[in-house]
């Protein structure tokens, strides 16, 4: 799936996202304001979150109830230095719980991502629109 987006289009971005992924570990790559985030807290929405949504800059890890009772995890690995951090938090736990793990900066833990995760690359065109691009982990 590649497609070329408007901010006003976003909904429809997430919903297609969410149709078209075949697992619930969904890694967002893009530069610093592509709109990994912004696209995450759509997701929640189309998942059924009622709990406003915010980047875990900082607690590296949030987490919400999806619409359906499970739980979904959005992590944000921007400001991590080693991978030994993600273990400190328990991140292959929350891998391997089965339930949605939206991970911002994953490029920052590479080694410890599962191979059965989505790859969503999110890039700014000159117009200001953005591309999202999804593909397999591998």
Not at 60 to 81: A, C, P, Q, S, W
Not at 128 to 137: A, E, F, G, P, V
Request: proline share 3%; with cysteine.
């Amino acid at each position: 799936m590649k497609t070329i987006y408007k901010l006003a289009e976003i909904s429809e971005v997430a919903e297609s996202l969410l149709r078209e992924v075949d697992s619930r570990i969904l890694l967002f790559y893009g530069e610093m304001g592509s709109g990994k985030t912004t696209i995450i807290k759509e997701i929640a929405a189309k998942l059924g979150v009622k709990d406003l949504t915010n980047s875990p800059t900082f607690s590296l890890v949030n987490e919400y109830v999806t619409g359906k009772g499970d739980r979904m995890y959005h992590f944000d690995f921007y400001r991590i230095e080693r991978e030994e951090e993600a273990f400190d938090i328990g991140f292959e736990e929350y891998l391997d719980s089965g339930n949605w793990c939206l991970i911002e900066w994953p490029e920052k833990v590479e080694n410890l991502l599962p191979l059965d995760s989505v790859v969503i690359r999110i890039d700014i065109n000159p117009d200001d629109s953005r591309t999202i691009q999804l593909t397999k982990n591998v």
